[in-house]
């Protein structure tokens, strides 16, 4: 069966208690939860795609998140930080 996609253009791709898999077209989002910790993670083969879904993810993740004065920071898969589990 496959997931209607979302308005928006949000595809839901899997889920689970730990884990949230979306299809944003041009970048898949992982949305994964700790006790302490939301991890968000955007892959794009586009760097321009990457950047501009950055972008809206993180504002809209601060909009939902303004009253704890949430800040999303991105870092590179590469980095120690953005290798962190």
């Known amino acids: 069966m496959l ?5 928006g253009g949000l595809k839901v791709l899997s889920t689970s208690a730990e884990q949230l898999v979306v ?11 700790t006790p302490d910790h939301l ?4 892959d794009a083969a ?6 501009q ?10 909009q939902f998140a303004r ?3 949430l800040k999303v920071v991105w870092t590179p898969a ?7 589990r």
């Open 3 to 7: 997931t209607p996609v979302r308005p």
């Open 23 to 33: 299809d944003l077209c041009t970048a898949t989002w992982t949305i994964r939860s």
């Open 39 to 42: 991890i968000l993670r955007l």
């Open 46 to 51: 586009d760097p321009a795609a990457l950047e």
């Open 53 to 62: 879904q950055s972008a809206r993810v993180a504002h809209r993740i601060e």
């Open 67 to 69: 009253r704890d004065d």
């Open 78 to 84: 590469g980095s120690p930080e953005g290798n962190r």
